[in-house]
């Protein structure tokens, strides 16, 4: 079977990036909150190892759509004379939020992964990468799409409270600037399940690659067209937005569509919180297990300077330069 991969990309270094972001806060009267620091949109080359793990250890996709607002990686024209350049499409937001340009711009991948779906050309079965999120060896289109069904990574967990106290919680929390960073990931990965029709638990998803079928979501949002808009009319990213990507694995576990397999398994580094001796432990079980399959580093540009070396020497030497 045809098999996409999709990666989600901005550099926030860009000035142009950064002047859209500083007119809408203006023109809105919005506070920087720290949905909207710079920093969440800094790039430190994460897309390079992406892009390479891809191409050395899943050379079986058949086209990498990189979703840009207005912007193209610098690994893309180093790749422009290779056996590589016909494999790559460069999506822009405006092409995915056809019918909905009035909630451009966005700095707000929540509200871009809603419309991944809706890329021209996609195929039935496509795998969702974060720009942070890097292959570390050899893999099949089995570890994602097998027997007609697709394959899910992470447990079953029980619902949190949902009623009015735990609205009220959230609530504070937001109001503090709390986490916002992270707005609400298990809270949006439980009220996604909830949507699905799972009120009493949820299958909590590890932060990895994500495969999904196009014709699953377009057939949700066909029906809850109201869903699709709303998710994607946020700017910035909210607690009140539930995450596409699991809302589609909660639909293919309802209907019988998924084949839960945890045999591969993802490291996640977060060097910027993570102790030097931590990181280092990871990085060395990453090396010592077989089946370590994927990593993500998230906020790479705000380790230390040591940490980002060993890691980048480290990310040279499993993916290659």
Same mark, same amino acid.
């Not at 990309?9 to 926030?12: K, S, Y």
């Given at each position: 079977m045809s098999i996409d991969a999709v990666i989600t990309? *901005? /550099?926030?270094a860009d000035p142009v990036h950064r002047q859209k972001l500083d007119a809408w806060l203006a023109q809105t009267g919005r506070a920087r909150t720290p949905a909207a620091e710079r920093t969440r949109f800094n790039?430190?080359?994460?897309?390079?190892w992406c892009i390479r793990s891809i191409l050395r250890f899943a050379p079986w996709f058949r086209t990498i759509h990189i979703v840009v607002d207005a912007q193209t990686p610098a690994i893309i024209e180093r790749l422009r004379d290779s056996e590589y350049a016909e494999r790559f499409?460069? *999506? /822009?937001?405006?092409?995915?939020?056809?019918?909905?340009e009035q909630y451009l711009p966005t700095f707000n991948s929540r509200s871009?992964?809603?419309m991944l779906w809706r890329i021209e050309g996609l195929a039935e079965n496509f795998v969702y990468f974060n720009d942070d999120m890097f292959l570390l060896r050899d893999v099949k289109p089995e570890d994602f799409f097998r027997d007609g069904k697709v394959v899910q990574r992470g447990y079953w967990r029980k619902q949190a409270g949902h009623g009015w106290?735990?609205?009220a919680a959230s609530w504070i929390k937001r109001k503090r600037g709390v986490a916002e960073t992270r707005v609400g990931n298990l809270e949006s990965q439980q009220m996604s399940a909830r949507l699905v029709g799972y009120d009493d638990r949820y299958y909590r998803h590890y932060h990895n690659p994500y495969p999904m079928r196009r014709s699953t979501l377009e057939a949700f949002f066909a029906e809850h067209p109201e869903l699709l808009e709303?998710?994607?009319?946020y700017r910035l990213r909210s607690g009140d937005q539930f995450k596409t990507e699991v809302v589609a694995s909660h639909l293919e576990l309802?209907?019988?569509h998924a084949i839960v397999d945890n045999r591969l398994h993802v490291i996640q580094l977060k060097p910027s919180e993570q102790l030097p001796m931590r990181v280092r432990r990871k990085l060395h079980k990453a090396d010592s297990d077989?089946?370590?399959?994927?990593?993500?580093?998230?906020?790479?540009?705000m380790a230390p300077e040591s940490v980002q070396e060993e890691i980048l020497l480290w990310l040279d030497r499993r993916i290659g330069t």
């Open positions: 990309w *901005v /550099d926030g790039d430190a080359g994460e897309v390079d499409n460069i *999506v /822009d937001h405006r092409d995915v939020f056809r019918g909905f871009i992964i809603t106290l735990a609205k709303k998710n994607a009319s309802l209907h019988g077989p089946n370590a399959a994927f990593v993500c580093v998230q906020s790479l540009e």
